[in-house]
């Protein structure tokens, strides 16, 4: 067995060969003059193949596509490691006209590899990848993010709020570990003349320590607006972390001025993705074997 990888995320590649106790054999990735991707693939009998679809989707899927049928065509027992599914929020027809992404990626893995692991994929309407892709797994990094905010920082009184309906199975498996509160904002106090209002759904944040837990950062809109209730509800020391740090549209300056700490999981690779991730896909595939 051997461990290969797109370019999206050679470090996590790396890392989950070393946890395997496998090697890592890089792919040579390069382009045509014409911007085609060129590239070689390692193989074994069987492969791990690592890719994250973050923050240059559409290459990396290609580049993802091409191995998969490479490898499938060569007999090669294939394995897709997939940390970041891209277009997977786009589930719905939310505006006449506008293509369903998710759909579309399904249909893609299915025909190439559809014996693929995810971390935390975006399931907030679909509820189970099995609808998507019925052999994929879906692991979880929230035990990882927990371990890791109760050894390295220090909370007094602590909350973890999700800032969605969604986000509470996530807010809730993060406090058991750090064995305190949980709660989400949901909207309140609706009347004609009021806008319906962001607030704490049941607890009072006042004086205690808030981490706010969501499966994605993108653009950071989400998290600076439960950022700004929990503050607005007296909040005393703030720590944002999620699964997928996308941080783009300028995300980090919405949120670093008011908080203490920004920490995401390296599916992504970027200057907060300080909690390693490859150990969730590790666990599961020695449990599989
Ligand atoms: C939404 O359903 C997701 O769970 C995240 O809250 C969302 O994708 C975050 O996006 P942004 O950072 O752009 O607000």
Not at 209 to 222: E, R
Request: proline content about 4%.
């Amino acid at each position: 067995m051997i461990v290969t990888s797109g370019s999206s995320n050679p470090t996590f590649a790396k890392d989950l060969a070393r946890l395997m106790g496998v090697e890592y054999k890089a792919a040579r990735i390069g382009h045509f003059p014409d911007g085609e991707l060129h590239i070689t693939v390692p193989r074994d009998k069987e492969t791990i193949l690592v890719q994250s679809l973050a923050l240059n989707p559409n290459e990396y899927m290609m580049e993802l596509l091409l191995m998969l049928d490479y490898l499938e065509s060569k007999g090669s027992e294939v394995t897709a490691v997939i940390p970041y599914l891209a277009y997977a929020r786009q589930d719905e027809e939310f505006h006449s006209g506008e293509a369903i992404s998710f759909h579309t990626i399904a249909k893609l893995l299915q025909h190439y590899c559809d014996n693929a692991i995810m971390i935390d994929v975006h399931l907030h309407r679909i509820g189970n990848i099995k609808k998507m892709l019925p052999k994929a797994v879906n692991v979880s990094v929230m035990p990882l993010i927990g371990e890791y905010l109760k050894r390295h920082v220090k909370f007094q009184n602590p909350v973890v709020i999700g800032p969605d309906e969604e986000s509470e199975q996530w807010a809730k498996q993060i406090a058991n570990i750090l064995n305190c509160d949980h709660d989400i904002f949901i909207k309140k106090r609706f009347s004609s003349t009021k806008v319906a209002e962001m607030e704490p759904k049941s607890l009072n944040l006042k004086g205690r320590d808030v981490v706010i837990i969501d499966d994605i950062i993108s653009t950071g809109g989400t998290i600076a607006n439960a950022v700004k209730i929990a503050k607005k509800h007296g909040a005393k020391k703030i720590s944002v972390a999620c699964a997928h740090g996308l941080f783009v549209g300028g995300a980090v300056g919405k949120i670093k001025p008011y908080v203490s700490n920004i920490l995401s999981t390296d599916t992504v690779p970027g200057k907060y993705s300080k909690i390693r991730a490859a150990p969730a896909v590790a666990n599961y595939l020695k449990k599989r074997k």
